[in-house]
């Protein structure tokens, strides 16, 4: 198991910038991916980006270019870098971990709001 706990969100102007960060319990070397998830109010969960413990990177294409994820596997943290910020990126957005190949199990953090104003 791995518990994960997000930071960082928060009220920010369009065009601005926040970083995310994710912690997790455990190291995260060795789990397949990690990634960022959003849900904004009367919408379905969507896939943010992710990246897989050998680092290759997965983004939605509405993130792509303004978006970057990264990770320190030292730290056992996984940060989401978001800049050039718009209302439409505003939702809650959670960390997730699949942990296992055969059959991967998915676990998430509590969640962080991010606010984009016009």
């Known amino acids: 198991q791995v518990q994960l706990v997000e930071s960082g969100g928060g009220l920010v102007q369009a065009g601005g910038s926040l970083r995310l960060s994710c912690a997790a319990s455990?190291?995260?070397?060795?789990?397949?991916?990690m990634g960022w998830y959003r849900q904004a109010p009367g919408k379905q969960r969507e896939l943010v980006a992710t990246?897989?413990?050998?680092?290759?990177?997965n983004y939605v294409e509405s993130v792509k270019g303004r978006f970057t994820i990264s990770r320190d596997n030292a730290k056992n943290t996984v940060y989401l870098q978001m800049n050039r910020l718009k209302p439409e990126d505003t939702a809650v957005y959670y960390c997730?971990?699949?942990?296992?190949?055969?059959?991967?199990?998915?676990?998430w953090g509590q969640g962080t709001q991010v606010t984009v104003s016009s």
């Open positions: 990246m897989s413990s050998g680092g290759s990177t």
């Open positions: 455990r190291s995260i070397s060795s789990i397949n991916a």
């Open positions: 997730n971990a699949r942990v296992g190949l055969v059959r991967p199990n998915d676990y």
